[in-house]
């Protein structure tokens, strides 16, 4: 499935209703964006059961800063409504792959028990 732009009014609706949710944080003057764009949209191709959001930090400057983005492109992966990934940078196809399995493969009770004790 091909990845969707997100704003702000449908960004809460997203991360509730998906299990897996990653995020591309762009806008049109990066060129590292450019570079990243073409590995994201691979990747929804390859991965039906994770939805694949676009974030223009340009139109969606309020969404952007809330998550706190200095730099672009930002990858963010949200499972079962917590961020559990977030980093600036261009990842490889491999390491998109590879950072997917392993978010599909975290032992969520052990996560939500974490943060439930902070």
């Known amino acids: 499935m091909p ?3 997100l704003t702000a009014s449908s960004f809460a609706d997203v991360i509730e209703q998906n299990d897996i949710v990653a ?9 590292p964006c450019r570079v990243f764009a073409p590995i994201f949209e691979a990747a ?4 039906p059961n994770v939805f694949f959001g676009t974030i223009n930090t340009e139109a969606e400057q ?7 983005i200095r730099s ?3 990858v963010a992966i949200y499972r079962e409504g917590i961020m559990v990934y977030s980093r ?7 390491e998109l792959r590879r950072l997917i ?4 493969d975290l032992d969520m009770q052990s996560i939500r028990e974490k943060l439930a004790a902070r």
């Open 3 to 5: 990845s969707v732009p």
């Open 23 to 31: 995020l591309d944080f762009w806008n049109n003057s990066c060129a």
């Open 44 to 47: 929804s191709d390859r991965e």
């Open 62 to 68: 309020e969404l952007a800063g809330a998550f706190g």
């Open 72 to 74: 672009v492109p930002t």
């Open 88 to 94: 600036p940078g261009v990842p490889s196809r491999t």
């Open 101 to 104: 399995a392993t978010i599909r």
